[in-house]
């Protein structure tokens, strides 16, 4: 499994911007799928980005599409998730989570073998 830990939470007010980053280590990075999840007190984990080994493909949720992007740097075995157009019901616990790559672009948290501890994204409005 792979190492994971996240960074760049922080608050700010509705319209805001963050740049969560998910930083890599123990396995190449190169061969994992990595997605982005949050979860707010009394919800369940919902799923927002997935971005697959190569950069090439990503896919969002209903939520966020249009306003978060996810990227990564091999290099740096970093995946970035670029957040803008905040809104208060972003606020949540944001967690990357790794998966060795696959075909699909599945969207399931049961899916991904590695996870890290979580970054707090709050949003005032």
């Known amino acids: 499994q792979v190492q994971l830990v996240e960074s760049g939470g922080g608050s700010v007010q509705a319209g805001g911007r963050l740049r969560l980053s998910c930083a890599a280590s123990?396995?190449?990075?190169?061969?994992?799928?990595v997605g982005w999840f949050r979860q707010a007190p009394g919800k369940e984990r919902e799923f927002v980005a997935v971005?697959?080994?190569?950069?090439?493909?990503?896919f969002y949720g209903d939520s966020v599409k249009g306003r978060f992007t996810i990227s990564r740097d091999n290099a740096k075995n970093t995946v970035y998730l670029q957040m803008t157009g905040l809104k208060p019901e972003d606020t949540a616990l944001y967690y990357c989570?790794?998966?060795?790559?696959?075909?699909?672009?599945?969207?399931?948290?049961?899916?991904?073998?590695?996870w890290g501890q979580g970054t707090q994204v709050t949003v005032s409005s």
């Open positions: 989570a790794a998966r060795p790559r696959s075909i699909g672009m599945g969207q399931s948290a049961a899916d991904f073998n590695s």
């Open positions: 971005i697959n080994w190569t950069g090439g493909r990503t």
């Open positions: 123990g396995r190449p990075f190169s061969s994992y799928d």
